[in-house]
T-cell receptor
Framework: GQNIDQPTEMTATEGAIVQINCTYQTSGFNGLFWYQQHAGEAPTFLSYNVLDGLEEKGRFSSFLSRSKGYSYLLLKELQMKDSASYLCAVKAGNYQLIWGAGTKLIIKP | TAGITQAPTSQILAAGRSMTLRCTQDMRHNAMYWYRQDLGLGLRLIHYSNTAGTTGKGEVPDGYSVSRANTDDFPLTLASAVPSQTSVYFC?????????????FGPGTRLTVL
């Protein structure tokens, strides 16, 4: 079957660094996406990885290991506005994204 | 640029009634998608369309139908609503289905079926 696992909830402190993990088991792999979703809002795109390694984009970085079926999203210099859910999604075929349930990140002052 | 718009924002619907959720994008994207999002579950794909004139079934298509008469519009119809269709519905679009074409999401429709 198709499965994506990520922690349900994490808590971190403003100014710190947090790593959100995502493991996946899918029938195919054409890339992995990370999205951010604030409460009551739509998901917005953060990053895309298709090759192994680290992709850095400002305060956010995303890592992929295809052999391990593993990715993480790294958030640095946390700000209160980073409080949101972070969704991991795998493109298993040509069109369909398989979505994890999301990790709710709570930032404390 | 509006991006993707959805209507209505929210709706309370009696079980057994029909309803169409509207979705319009102005980015000239070929691919469009309908998802539902329920608490504790990931986004689940209901139907998709790779290009105008074609549609396909996603993970949870039962009870829903779609059409794609043109590039911009992708309405989702519930023929006879049931309480289990209470959810938040997101429409999304992408420039294509290959590679890293990210999906852009509309603001969502919150539907309650009583």
């Amino acid at each position: 079957g198709q499965n994506i696992d990520q922690p349900t909830e994490m808590t971190a402190t403003e100014g710190a660094i947090v790593q959100i993990n995502c493991t996946y088991q899918t029938s195919g792999f054409n890339g992995l996406f990370w999205y951010q979703q604030h409460a009551g809002e739509a998901p917005t795109f953060l990053s895309y990885n298709v090759l192994d390694g680290l992709e850095e984009k400002g305060r956010f970085s995303s890592f992929l290991s295809r052999s391990k079926g593993y990715s993480y999203l790294l958030l640095k210099e946390l700000q209160m506005k980073d409080s949101a859910s972070y969704l991991c999604a795998v493109k298993a075929g040509n069109y369909q994204l398989i979505w994890g349930a999301g990790t709710k990140l709570i930032i404390k002052p | 640029t509006a991006g993707i718009t959805q209507a209505p924002t929210s709706q309370i619907l009696a079980a057994g009634r029909s309803m169409t959720l509207r979705c319009t994008q102005d980015m000239r994207h070929n691919a469009m998608y309908w998802y539902r999002q329920d608490l504790g579950l990931g986004l689940r794909l209901i139907h998709y369309s790779n290009t105008a004139g074609t549609t396909g079934k996603g993970e949870v298509p039962d009870g829903y139908s779609v059409s794609r008469a043109n590039t911009d519009d992708f309405p989702l119809t519930l023929a006879s609503a049931v309480p289990s269709q209470t959810s938040v519905y997101f429409c999304a679009s992408s420039g294509g289905t290959s590679g890293g074409n990210e999906q852009f999401f509309g603001p969502g429709t919150r539907l309650t079926v009583l």
